[in-house]
């Protein structure tokens, strides 16, 4: 039985969403499309050759009309979680762009929200459905180079401030770039970070009305240091859009790229092993059934159906920490690179008062 989704938010992202990813899913049906803004909603319904009869801008107007069985949040930051919220209290399932809230304390509510009505709550973070941070994961899980001492991580582009991508976020680089970073820290390491120390600029000239440079050292909880170098003004080499990975192992090195641009976005999927007495081999990569976004709408899809969720699924019970990672990193810069500890909010006298206040109990 297809999956009927209703989706919320159609400017150029949602658009592309609705033009590049939802189509190839014969399983999907989109039930209803919905914006705020009557003119982005009639723009999208002419690029997407639809009629009016399924549009509107409110999903309540859209659950009134049509039936649906998920939401796909494609709206800015900003209406993440509200969209969220809406969807679950309603008994949907939500897949959500990253990051899915503001807030972790805001976050932690939906997760609660979701587990409290049985609903899937996934948060898009699409870096992690390419074959390179798979293979990586799946060394590093197997043990075959012994345990992983650090980690440096490089990721540059330049692309100034285009007023889309960025919707005026205080820290532009750290709150929607580096979580992708981040999380795939997590899911390659299968490690928590224990500690972050952070530092950002901003250069005059540079466009940007938040810091697109950043520094940071984060320190996971089995001994791995992390050194992350990330920029969007550099005008260096630009590394594909996952950064380029250097993994320093007791028995060797791994080295990884992953997630080209456009057309080519697989073609800069690279592994390459080197023991400490051989040299670097290239490991073939195992192609994937789905990749990108359209990996997070199969893992969505899959979750639904079988009431499991699949290897390395971003639930916003998992994501919780790469958001709560990103939000350390924030803090830190913001005090000129003091060291945030223990960035788990699940652990966190604020996120237990935070709980309290609302009537939750604590994640274990």
Known sequence: MALRIVQVGLSPWGLNWAQEVLPRRDDIVVAARVDADAAVLKAAGSALSETAERH?????AALSAVEADAVLATVPLPAHAAVARAALEDGLHVLVEKPFAATAG???ALVDLAAAHGRVLMVNQNYRHFPAPIAAADLVAGGILGPVRSVTIDFRRYAPDDGFRYYGLDQPLLSDMAIHHFDLLRMVLDDEPASIACQCWNPPDSGFSGPPAAVATVRFRRGTIVSYRGSWISHGAATPWAGQWRMDCADGEIAWTSRGSGKARLSEDRLCVRGS???????RLTPLPFVDRAGSLAAFAETIRSGREPARFSSGRDNLLSLALTEAAVASAASRGAPVRDADPRHTT???NWAR????RGHR
């Open 106 to 108: 805001d976050a932690a």
């Open 56 to 60: 509107f801008t409110t999903l309540q």
């Open 277 to 283: 007495e051989h040299p670097v081999d290239a490991v």
């Open 350 to 352: 604020k996120y237990r």
């Open 357 to 360: 206040s609302n009537g939750q």
